[in-house]
């Protein structure tokens, strides 16, 4: 069994200090006898400086304490199965980590990255671009732009933009959905596509998402009031009203009549009028909690 970790840290991920987390999995690798190669991410180059280290020292782990735009940008990097990413959720709103079910004592986390308990888990392509979690277009994507450009971090800066959001956002939209060899043209706030079930916030927005069955679901908010909004915030889908509409597949175009708000876990991508989407089945092997 190969004893070397490497060890990849984003110091601003969240914007809180890293040092306590470094330590503790130090701490964890000596004592279990496990060869640590840290490294701690720039914003230039990152993914080439890993990629060296990873061929130099040909570790059977990766770990990452960051967001998970940083564990997205580990799995492209590196593009294989056989090495096992234990994450440490580490950014503004750890959305992957809330919809495994990670438990929230860095102890615990710690224990879970060095563990051999895995998930080989889908990826979604989207023009190109590798989405791990949640991606959408629309009113959630234009808060995340406002967040960015925002002060204030963590599940704070997000509900103070989400209210912000709703009450001066643009009106809906129209889309022309193809997928499963049908066309749906409906009118929208929002259109989600997910490979999973929560929001880092907690909010659940597709509640038959599995990162691992080879499907992803397009979800349609066609309103997206406070009413609706409320009803999403507490678990409640209202997929019986109109309101929502849910299709699962494996492949799918959008087109809307005008730019759009475009993001892609948590990053903001710009405006798009088209979206090619894709699976991609069993791009990652990540340790989660056991059962």
């Known amino acids: ?3 070397k970790t490497l060890f990849v840290v984003n110091p601003i991920a ?22 640590l190669i840290t490294y701690e991410t720039t914003g230039e180059d990152d993914e080439k400086a890993i990629l060296a280290l990873y061929h130099e020292h040909k570790p059977g782990r990766v770990i990452v ?3 998970d735009g940083t564990i997205k940008s580990i799995g492209e990097t590196l593009e ?9 959720p580490s950014g503004s709103a750890n959305g992957l980590a809330v919809d495994l079910d990670f438990p929230t004592t860095i102890e615990e986390q710690i224990a879970i990255a060095f563990d051999d308990h895995t998930m080989e888990v889908d990826m979604i392509s989207i023009n190109g671009i590798k989405s791990l979690h949640l991606s959408d277009i629309g009113l959630n994507a234009e808060m995340i732009k406002r967040y960015e450009n925002g002060t204030i971090r963590g599940k704070l800066g997000y509900a103070i933009q989400a209210v912000s959001t ?20 409906t009118e929208a706030k929002m259109i989600v596509m997910a490979n999973s079930q929560k929001y880092g916030t907690g909010v659940t927005i597709n509640p038959s998402g599995k990162m691992d069955d080879g499907l992803f679901e397009i ?27 849910i299709i699962t597949t494996d492949a799918a175009t959008i087109v809307t009549q005008v730019p759009v708000h ?7 991508c710009g405006e798009e009028t088209k979206l090619d989407i894709k699976i991609l089945h069993r ?3 990540l340790a989660v909690p056991r059962p």
């Open 1 to 3: 069994m190969n004893q």
């Open 14 to 35: 969240g914007g809180n200090d890293k040092t306590d987390i470094i330590d503790a999995v130090n701490a964890h690798a000596t004592a279990s006898g496990i060869e």
């Open 65 to 67: 304490s960051g967001g």
């Open 80 to 88: 294989t199965e056989e090495v096992i990413i234990g994450i440490i």
């Open 166 to 185: 709703l009450t001066s956002s643009e009106g809906p939209f129209m889309a022309t959905i193809s997928a499963n060899g049908q066309t749906l043209e």
């Open 219 to 245: 979800v349609v908010l066609k309103n997206l009031d406070f009413s609706v909004f409320s009803k999403i915030v507490m678990g409640n889908i209202p997929v019986d009203t109109g309101e929502v509409e």
């Open 262 to 268: 475009f993001q892609v876990d948590g990053e903001y």
């Open 283 to 285: 791009q990652m092997r």
